[in-house]
């Protein structure tokens, strides 16, 4: 079955532009995550969807970064005016339900964003 | 404040080797404890997930060990593969917020024919 798809896979900037990523989570999965991960780090937290809902956004490092999720599958996270500190691989992870004790997020293969 | 504390950074094993890493966590609200596995260019892949009411839990050559009293938990892989070198992450999330993944920094393991 088809797992989480990302697009683009990578995507280059010119500092001051704005860029929109896509996230396609796996059918039927109810929450979805963003993450963003900097070279030789771990993912960190961006915000968080149940459904079209964002329960979660304090992962947020500014107000340039925006999420959402109109209709509860398809994501898009758009960041404006790109810094060079934006530069990152930005994953989207899937869940099929929301709210219960941990359950597996399965990640798609990322985004890579280089600023220049 | 990293709530997640992970090592060794990286780690070099022989083939047929134990490969160790630990973590350690701050938040006592946290009660789910998985291990991903990442190569590059990839995204991360739940390798093996642990609860804190078991001390450990063994999936073929992968076993999480748990320690709640000490707020500590760590990954050996028995009888390491050169197919097993790659990042390793452990995380934490709890239902309190949401069931968001606090990742520790990363471990690269090279395994070594």
């Known amino acids: 079955g088809a797992g989480v798809s990302q697009s683009p896979r990578y995507k280059v900037a010119k500092r001051g532009q704005d860029v929109a990523l896509r996230c396609d989570p796996i059918s039927g999965h109810v929450s979805l995550f963003w993450y963003q991960q900097a070279l030789g780090q771990g993912p960190e937290f961006l915000t968080y969807f149940q459904n079209e809902a964002q329960l979660d956004k304090s992962g947020l490092p500014s107000d340039r970064f925006f999420a959402e999720r109109p209709e509860g599958s398809v994501s898009t996270l758009k960041i404006q005016r790109t810094q060079q500190e934006d530069s990152a691989v930005y994953l989207c992870?899937?869940?099929?339900?929301?709210?219960?004790?941990?359950?597996?997020?399965?990640f798609g293969p990322g985004t890579r964003l280089l600023v220049l | 404040q990293q709530q997640v504390k992970q090592s060794p950074q990286s780690l070099i094993v022989q083939k047929g080797g134990i490969s160790i890493i630990n973590c350690a966590y701050e938040?006592?609200?946290?009660?789910?404890f998985p291990w991903y596995q990442q190569f590059p260019g990839k995204g991360p892949a739940l390798l093996i997930a642990i609860r804190p009411d078991v001390s450990e839990k063994k999936e073929g050559r992968f076993t999480i060990s748990f320690n709640k009293s000490a707020k500590q938990f760590s990954l050996h892989i028995m009888d390491s593969q050169p197919g097993d070198s790659a990042t390793y992450f452990c995380a934490a999330s709890t239902p309190a917020a949401g069931n968001k993944l606090t990742f520790g920094g990363g471990t690269r393991v090279l395994v070594k024919p």
């Open positions: 938040n006592t609200a946290f009660d789910y």
């Open positions: 992870a899937s869940s099929l339900a929301g709210g219960g004790l941990g359950e597996t997020q399965y």
